[in-house]
């Protein structure tokens, strides 16, 4: 069903551009209200623990609710969301706004991976759920660029009353093509949260944690370190978010690809590549061209982990997946509050604009770690604490899987 799958993707489209449009906005923001570049930041980690926060919460109080009319109510609250920023009178009324919207983003994005999977055979799950990615890889392609453009130009608080139009056709859109699909019969939330007992489903969160944690650590202070450290001139950050998103886009259609065929070796190149190339960032971006090359490296390699790892979740936690692929949004999000938090504290420590990068790699190191240590427990059969959909542990030769 693509018409259903494109729906889902211009949510992700909104969603994604509200998310990412903020950093490349940072310097006029923080101008506007008269606060720091590290206090500006935590538009983007408040943004982020609103989404750790809302998406069990949202998702649990969505589970009387149809699949199809909670995507809708998701959009609802992210139009209001920002709505709020685009008129906020104090940078607190701001935040508010942020997290407002924040709230939608780990639902909308969980239930969305559950319904992508669900409308295509089981061999197609990962390339489905990456299909419904697109729509966020493509907001940094084109909504971020245009929305930093717009928002240097004529002011921020365009970009983000344009944001909010954007969910209205999000809005409109889920409604009129996402088809009416019917709850998995006898599943509870006490089946949703027996999901949270698999080690496996734990283990796959906090890699979700920890590598895309190292994308952001770089990405949330791109603006300052391309304009202070690489030369950039102020208007250069578009086409660099440009490129970043490009990078987005090849990494969650590559990703999304080999998941479907060799997940678990598609983790170790990506987190592998990304630890490298963060680390080496430190040193590329005091050259306009190998920061350029950089940044749509750890787009392309920062992606590419987004579809295997929330297939490895809805896998692990078969028969009840949409907490945990709630949650699992919510993951990467605590990864991107902890690493825009941690680059924040070593700037401001004097360390430099260049410092979050090593933040990054050892984060995406860190994920590289927990990967090889999930595939050993795999291999063992030794995942201690597996259970089914209904809370049964799972015997000691049974694939937590299925």
Known sequence: M????????????????????????????????????PTAGLLVTGYALGVVIGAPLMTVLGTKVPRKRMLMLLMGLFIAGNLLS????????????????????????????????ELVAPSKKAGAIAMMFTGLTVANVIGVPLGTLVGQHVGWRVTFAVVAALGVVGLTGIAKLVPELPKSAGVHLRHELAAFKNAQVLLAMAMTVLGFGGVFAAITYIAPMMTRVAGFADGSVTWLLVLFGLGMVGGNLVGGRFADRALMPMLYVSLGALAVVLALFTLTAHNKIAAAVTVALIGALGFATVPPLQKRVLDQAHGAPTLASAVNIGAFN??????????????????????PNWVGAALAAAALVLAFLSAALERRGTSPAAVTADGAPVRQHEPAHH
């Open 86 to 117: 685009a008129v906020a009178p104090v940078f607190a009324v701001m935040l508010i706004g942020r997290v407002v919207a924040s709230l939608a983003h780990g639902a909308f994005f969980g239930i969305g991976s559950v319904v992508a999977a």
């Open 2 to 37: 693509p018409l259903a799958l494109l729906a889902l993707a211009i949510g992700a489209f909104g969603i994604g551009t509200t998310e990412f449009v903020i950093m490349g906005l940072l310097p006029e923001v923080a101008g506007d209200f008269g606060v720091s570049i």
């Open 334 to 355: 605590l990864g991107n509050a902890l690493s825009a938090w941690l680059g924040g504290i070593v700037i401001a420590a004097g360390y430099g604009y260049t410092s």
